[in-house]
């Protein structure tokens, strides 16, 4: 019988598939106690299986390359991390054994990781592989790991964790859904990468029959378990068709009637630049730079640091626009030499801009940085603050971009509803506006982005949050300014065509999405996006306005 499960869509798109599961974890070890006497001989097993785990990690980075690499040497170093190798031989000491203190040593660590952030919590996946692959090693049983399958699927999974997805046939993979996860979890990462759909946090995912059909809509977060004959006809039409209009766009982004709107890729730093330029993208339009932050929490990086990474990003666009985000640290990024640690909302607290305000030397090495690595390119260089929040903030930020020679348009991202709603009087002081929309939608709903159970709450289809972006829009086309969008809601095709007739004038969305926004805007008139709007904004509820929208634009 036809069921319909209800998720978070974290990647576009439609797929009809069967579900094949990912290799079961390792389960639990039994708390067994080893004699005092056989103490060594377990420290040495659970050493050679921790070495032989880092080696393996390393060696499957070897064979992905890029990104993926960086990811397994990263969880190469988790598993030979001195402390936690300390943690399990004191365990050991104690009459643990090899496995045992393994698993007991990482919750603990885990625990830890959980509790640090969005950003390092999305990395509880990562160290959750690492010790089941120990775990396997020391007991013996197989590796956990993708089905085994010569058949596209949909893979389904607690959560998904790079080791594995990094040696994934994407040309096999139809959809992602995982039970956990969130819009930052490396399966939200992966599949928009990769241009698949994706469901997270879907209730119930791993009690999914292991080869029971399934579509997946990565745009609404539905899973159908078993559809019926008209689901799986309506489901199957949706998925040709975005696969057929894929090619049917190329070359700048622009309506049918040649509305120009710059399609730009959000980077997170120069490993991503290659999927952007492949993927067409005109620029960068958003350079998230506290990546390069979170190496070291104890300290920034050095100018010369920040200059050489950042004219590597610079280099890959000659001619285009990069806009790049200063340091946004704090919430769900905390860094330790920054963020204060005792902060009793963090969401609220000092974060942003507000922090860099707070510590103007951080602010002016970075802005340093950016202008000598923009120094002698073409490139047109665009630097944005996070989280400003009025015009003084606005102020504050291009007075330190003037005092440390920066050449380039200073700029402010609307990610507060302040900001949304007096955005001229921020633009008489910044020369354009961008829209975080994941932040805009969590201010506005007073909805924590890290809380699953509030995805209703932070979907960027809410009329409210579209009326946020009309009044930003608006206001930055009285005055000539660019008013871009560069939240996770400009890379949801049917949503872009909406922004474009509120006004926005750019979109910035991660590599794998801009095909389809491309495609999406290719065949729709301005007049037609603009109509999209006012129908959406007429709605009551986020399903309410997609579905005004999609009836306009499908011409219905
Ligand atoms: C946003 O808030 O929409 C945004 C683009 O910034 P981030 O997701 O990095 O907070
Ligand atoms: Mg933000």
């Known amino acids: 019988m036809e069921t319909t499960l209800r998720g978070v869509g974290v990647s ?32 040495a097993r659970a050493r050679r299986a921790v070495e032989a785990v880092a080696a393996d990690l390393t060696a499957r980075g070897n064979l992905a390359g890029g990104e993926a690499q960086q990811v397994l040497e990263a969880q190469a170093l988790m598993a030979a991390d001195p402390e936690l190798l300390a943690d399990v031989d004191r365990r050991i000491a104690v009459g643990s054994t090899a496995e045992r203190a393994v698993y007991d040593a990482f919750a603990s660590y885990r625990a830890l990781l ?62 992602f859904v995982t039970e956990e996860g969130g819009p930052t979890s490396h399966s939200a990462i992966l599949a928009r990468a990769l241009g698949v759909p994706a469901v997270v946090a879907l209730p119930g995912a791993v009690e999914l029959p292991e080869g029971a ?24 039409r949706a998925a040709s068709e975005r696969r057929a209009s894929l090619g049917t766009a190329t070359g700048p982004g622009a309506t049918s009637d040649g509305h120009r709107v710059p399609l ?20 960068v339009g958003l350079f998230r730079t506290e990546f390069l932050f979170l190496d070291d929490q104890a300290a920034a990086p050095s100018q010369d640091r920040q200059t050489e990474v950042y004219r590597q990003v610079l280099e890959a666009f000659p001619q285009g626009k990069v806009v790049v985000r200063v340091l946004d640290a704090g919430a769900d990024k905390p860094l330790a030499f920054l963020t204060p640690s005792d902060e009793p909302n963090p969401a609220l607290g000092v974060r942003g801009l507000r922090s860099l305000l707070e510590h103007p030397g951080v602010l ?46 200073f700029g402010a991202m609307v990610e507060i509803p302040s900001a949304a709603l007096r955005a001229r009087s921020i633009l008489a002081e910044v020369e354009f506006v961008s829209l975080g929309t994941n932040d805009l939608a969590q201010y506005t709903f007073a909805a924590d982005r890290q809380v699953g159970a509030l995805a209703r709450l932070q979907d960027p289809w809410q009329p409210a949050l ?73 709605a009551d509820s986020a399903p309410g306005a997609r579905r005004a929208a999609q009836g306009v634009l499908s011409g219905e």
Request: charged letters at 20%.
């Open 264 to 283: 730009l890729a959000n980077i997170g730093g120069p490993a991503d630049v290659a999927a952007a330029v492949a993927a067409g993208a005109e620029g």
């Open 364 to 409: 002016a090495t970075q802005l340093r940085a950016l202008a000598r690595a923009a120094d002698g390119l073409p490139v047109h260089l665009e630097v944005m603050a996070p989280m400003v929040a009025d015009r003084a903030d606005a102020k504050a930020f291009a007075d330190a971009c003037r005092a440390a020679g920066l050449r380039a348009k």
């Open 466 to 538: 579209l009326d946020l972006v009309a009044l930003c829009a608006q206001a930055a086309s009285t005055d000539d300014r660019g008013c871009g969008v560069c939240g996770e809601a400009a890379s949801d095709p049917l949503l872009a065509c909406v922004l474009v007739g509120l006004g926005v004038t750019s979109l910035s969305m991660g590599a794998g999405s801009i095909a389809h926004v491309r495609a999406a805007l290719a065949k729709a008139t301005l007049a037609q996006c603009r109509r999209a709007a006012e129908a959406a904004r007429a």
């Open 213 to 236: 059909l399934v579509g997946v809509d990565g745009s609404t977060g539905e899973v159908v378990l078993e559809p019926g004959a008209e689901r799986r006809a309506e489901l199957e």
């Open 12 to 43: 576009h798109g439609v797929a009809l598939g069967q579900v094949r599961h990912m290799g079961t974890a390792v389960l639990e070890p039994p708390a067994k106690s080893v004699p005092a006497g056989e103490a060594p001989r377990e420290q």
């Open 114 to 175: 959980a509790g640090a952030g969005e950003y390092l919590a999305g990395r509880v996946a990562d160290l959750d592989d690492v010790r089941n692959r120990i775990v396997a090693r020391l007991l013996g049983v197989p590796m956990p790991g993708v089905p085994d399958s010569d058949e596209p699927y949909v893979l389904v999974a607690r959560d998904l964790a790079p080791a594995d997805t990094a040696l994934l046939d994407p040309s096999l993979v139809l959809a």
